[in-house]
């Protein structure tokens, strides 16, 4: 599954400074990390109300990749963890 193509669709409309949103998706084998990048600004909506929006977009790309036969972690880029 192309993980970068169905982010980019599903959550582009949705932001405010889409020309920051990038997906990265890396790993080989049966084992994919997808690291979402997006404006600090912009975060909040893709975190959703109480987590909800970034839950059910780990639950779906979970799903789609158990179907691949894969193991897919999502995670949001946070840089202030990074710096820290």
Do not use: N, W
């Amino acid at each position: 599954m192309d993980f970068e193509a169905f982010l980019r669709d599903v959550l582009t409309p949705l932001l405010d400074h889409p020309d920051a949103f990038r997906v990265e998706v890396a790993g080989e084998g049966r084992k994919r990390d997808v690291l979402v990048y997006a404006d600090p600004r912009d975060r909040g909506r893709i975190i959703g109300k109480h987590g909800r929006m970034i839950s059910a977009l780990r639950t779906l790309c979970k799903a789609a990749g158990e179907k691949a036969g894969v193991v897919v972690e999502l995670e949001l880029y946070d840089e202030d963890e990074r710096e820290a």
